[in-house]
Nanobody, 118 residues
Framework: VQLQASGGGLVQIGGSLRLSCVTSAIIFSFDKLGWYRQAPGKERELVADINSGGSTVYADSVKGRFTISADSAKATVYLQMNNLKPEDTAVYYC?????????????WGQGTLVTVSS
């Protein structure tokens, strides 16, 4: 399984970006798809995820500003980021997992850097 993330870049405070993650497997083969981020000197944290039933989870810090969605036809998961803040600066990683026989397998894409500046 491969995850290919893209869409990062430099944006001003209050701006928007959309991250995309193309998967090499059909979306419905995963239990969850999501985005994590890691800022310099900090641990990787969950930003948002979406499960196979379409339910979403967001970090409190991004609620109301970020939206995760998935397009099964394109095998792609998106993260729409609006009203970006300097604290959103981080490397963003696409993530997927599968649970089978009580064992979870994690898949990670390469990171894409988001920099929010004034």
């Amino acid at each position: 399984v491969q995850l290919q993330a893209s869409g990062g870049g430099l944006v001003q405070i209050g701006g928007s970006l959309r991250l995309s993650c193309v998967t090499s497997a059909i979306i419905f083969s995963f239990d969850k798809l999501g985005w994590y981020r890691q800022a310099p000197g900090k641990e990787r944290e969950l930003v948002a995820d979406i499960n196979s039933g379409g339910s979403t989870v967001y970090a409190d810090s991004v609620k109301g500003r970020f939206t995760i969605s998935a397009d099964s036809a394109k095998a792609t998961v998106y993260l729409q980021m609006n009203n970006l803040k300097p604290e959103d600066t981080a490397v963003y990683y696409c993530h997927a997992d599968r649970v089978s026989w009580n064992k979870r397998t994690d898949y990670w894409g390469q990171g894409t850097l988001v920099t929010v500046s004034s």
